[in-house]
């Protein structure tokens, strides 16, 4: 089965870093996009970054674009977020997404259980 286990999530002041891992299995992860979310209370979850399945390509949402970067290691099934330079509003869930079709099935949303990041001073 798919399955997505992010960790790395915690309280950092604004300024500070942290880098969030996502460990995937259950499906071909070197063949599919990978993406990060972030959902803040009261709010729509957002996208917050992509990478194609050999990391040639990244996007990022323009409110984290030069601070953020997605990458990615294809022999241990791993997605990582480094975040640098946070600010409050980072705050959020952060979810690791990816859009993925089983043998047989309608392609849907599969995500991780999500890690809290928590700016703060």
């Known amino acids: 089965?798919?399955?997505?286990?992010?960790?790395?999530?915690?309280?950092?002041?604004?300024?500070?870093?942290?880098?969030?891992?996502?460990?995937?299995?259950?499906?071909?992860?070197?063949?599919?996009d990978?993406?990060?979310?972030?959902?803040?209370?009261?709010?729509?979850?957002?996208?917050?970054?992509?990478?194609?399945?050999?990391?040639?390509?990244t996007n990022y949402a323009d409110s984290v674009k030069g601070r953020f970067t997605i990458s990615r290691?294809?022999?241990k099934n791993i997605v990582y977020l480094q975040m640098n330079s946070l600010k409050p509003e980072d705050t959020a869930v952060y979810y690791c997404n990816v859009y993925y079709a089983r043998y047989n099935d309608p392609a849907r949303d599969y995500w991780g259980?999500?890690?809290?990041?928590?700016?703060?001073?």
Not at 36 to 43: S, T
Not at 113 to 121: A, H
């Open 73 to 75: 290691d294809n022999v």
């Open 34 to 57: 990978m993406n990060w979310y972030r959902q803040a209370p009261g709010k729509a979850r957002e996208l917050v970054a992509g990478i194609s399945p050999t990391g040639s390509r």
């Open 1 to 32: 089965q798919v399955q997505l286990v992010e960790s790395g999530g915690g309280l950092v002041q604004p300024g500070g870093s942290l880098r969030l891992s996502c460990l995937v299995s259950g499906f071909s992860f070197s063949t599919y």
């Open 113 to 121: 259980q999500g890690t809290q990041v928590t700016v703060s001073s």
